[in-house]
């Protein structure tokens, strides 16, 4: 089944993008990109609304101001569920070798420590239904495809 997806390359992921690009390009089919030299943070805020009122919520947010961040959409056969796998644990000390977020050095149990969010270098939609949501923030013309 063919799928639409975000992709979204958070500001301490924008330095690896080649690599991060790479991985993805090998599961799915980049259709368009969009590069920010500062994450528009009404889109953040939107994109990130599921977590409002959680403890780590304002930490997520605040990650993102005045930095650079990448979206991309992407397509392809059943794309978000291996897009689950190329990416890895939400923790990156617990994603398994080979995955995008086990590039990062930074860990999730360090990141409640600093009562911070945790630098995991992406964020991808989990489901079809946030997929299009998420879409409907970045790529409206993506939306409901």
Not at 16 to 36: A, M, N, P, Q, T
Not at 83 to 101: L, N, Q, S
Request: proline residues 3%; glycine residues 6%.
């Amino acid at each position: 089944m063919n799928q639409y997806t975000l992709v979204l390359i958070k500001p301490e992921g924008v330095k690896i993008k080649d690599k991060i690009f790479k991985k993805l390009d090998d599961v799915g089919k980049r259709i368009k990109v969009k590069y920010y030299k500062k994450a528009p943070m009404e889109n953040i805020k939107k994109n990130y609304k599921e977590h409002q009122g959680k403890h780590f919520h304002n930490g997520l947010i605040n990650q993102f101001k005045n930095k650079s961040i990448i979206t991309a959409v992407y397509k392809g056969d059943n794309v978000i569920k291996k897009f689950r796998e190329v990416i890895g644990d939400k923790d990156p000390a617990k994603a398994a070798k080979g995955t995008i977020r086990s590039l990062s050095k930074d860990t999730l149990e360090k990141a409640e420590k600093e009562k911070r969010a945790v630098r995991n270098l992406i964020h991808a939609s989990t489901t079809k239904k946030t997929a299009n949501f998420e879409l409907g923030i970045w790529f409206p013309e993506y939306k409901n495809i």
